[in-house]
């Protein structure tokens, strides 16, 4: 398949599999012959994901991407040699690091989970393209920074709907993609904080009227309503009975 429609969330579950390191081959950039350049989206998302593994400990040369056009056999010979080689001598995923297995899946797990907060977050770069740029430069290195990536997994964020607000329209819970959110009908809606994957959807699809769902940030989510206390007395009903 084009290198583009690679997403972070296959490499991050290759890697949560155990695969010991993902080799992705592309066309040369500025070669693509469509309109979406769809290599340049996924150079882009090769450079976050290794700072994503050096985040949790990872070594990023256990992910590669390797441009060649369909007449280059050699360049696709070579290039897979030298990364089975490369990944021999890193070891088995995690051991080589020195990581502990549990403590790796456990990572590997939030990681694979925020796919799409952080590509969410990311969105601008992920689309960019460097102008006049060069295969493998050094200004491309420079796109993601360590710090950022710090700061990425830092300001995660957590939603969470207002029960003095929620009026039970059930528009979040028809359109989270996660099945994330505890609906039934005349009942204040619930985010499951386990399930949520941060994808933002419930905040920019509550009825502005209502505006029931916060965004969280640094800062701990309330306990959800009780069960037994969800029921909601819709406003136009209580008008009507004082
Ligand atoms: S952010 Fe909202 S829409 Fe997205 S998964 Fe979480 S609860 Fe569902
Ligand atoms: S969209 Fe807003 S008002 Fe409607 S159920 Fe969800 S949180 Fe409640």
Known sequence: MCSGRVDMAHVARAFSNG???????????????????????AINMVLLFKRIMEHIGL?????????MSAAEGNVFAESTNEFV?????????GKG?????????????????????????????????LVNSEEHTEEYDKIFTKEEIETLFKEVPSYYIDPEKCQACMT??????????????AQVHIVDQDKCIKCGTCFTACPPRF????????????????????????????????
């Open 172 to 185: 979040c819970a028809r359109r989270c993609p996660a099945d994330a959110i505890i609906s039934a009908r």
């Open 211 to 242: 505006g029931a769902v916060t965004k969280i940030v640094g800062k701990p989510v309330p306990p959800p309503l009780p069960a037994d206390k969800r029921a909601i007395v819709r406003k136009s009903k209580e008008e009507k009975a004082s």
């Open 59 to 67: 070594n990023p040369e256990r992910l590669k991407m390797q441009f």
């Open 97 to 129: 690091e020195g990581i502990d297995e549990k403590q790796l899946k456990s990572k590997l797990n939030e990681v694979s989970k925020l796919v799409p907060y952080i590509k969410v977050a990311k969105n601008e770069k992920l689309r960019m393209r």
């Open 85 to 93: 080689r490369k990944i021999k001598e890193l070891g088995p995923l």
């Open 19 to 41: 695969i010991d390191g993902v080799f992705i081959g592309a066309c040369h950039l500025n070669e693509c012959n469509y309109i979406t350049h769809g290599n340049y989206h």
